[in-house]
């Protein structure tokens, strides 16, 4: 929100009674209060997070994809396509790329990750190519 500073009717740059100083001074003074103000919200933001998560009440963005792992796990494993298994589930194909990159990450040894991997960029330059 911005704070307008009303002038009589007859300012006009070269008006002795409000120098370009005092306009700049007066500029830099609500400035500082607007910031004042935003970071006294942003405080108080804070402080109700704080006294929520001590209250144990959940917060943030709640988790979609987290819920079905195990499903979307043993479907990718049986063959189902992501944008088959998003359709399945209702969630973004994106969510479920996300989350079957973490499982891969998280439970494979390395070098079976970049074998899998690899058999899937060269399964999708052989679709690209035919």
């Known amino acids: 929100m911005r704070a307008a500073v009303l002038l009589p009717p007859s300012y006009a740059s070269s008006d002795k009674r409000y120098p ?5 001074t007066a500029s830099v003074q609500l400035a500082r209060i607007a910031a004042l103000g935003r970071a006294m919200a942003e405080g108080a933001q804070r ?24 499903k979307v796990s043993a479907l990718h494993i049986a063959g189902m ?15 479920i790329r996300r ?10 040894p390395f070098h079976e990750v970049t ?6 960029a060269q399964h999708t330059m052989a679709l690209r190519e035919s």
Do not use: D, W, Y
Request: proline residues 5%; glycine residues 8%.
């Open 20 to 24: 370009t100083t005092a306009r700049f």
């Open 47 to 70: 402080r109700r997070i704080a006294q929520a998560r001590r209250e144990g009440k959940p917060h943030g963005r709640p988790p979609t994809v987290q819920r079905h792992a195990g």
């Open 81 to 95: 396509s992501m944008s088959e298994i998003a359709r399945r589930l209702q969630v973004s194909r994106t969510s």
């Open 99 to 108: 989350l079957l990159g973490a499982l891969a990450f998280n439970n494979l």
């Open 115 to 120: 074998l899998g991997l690899l058999a899937r």
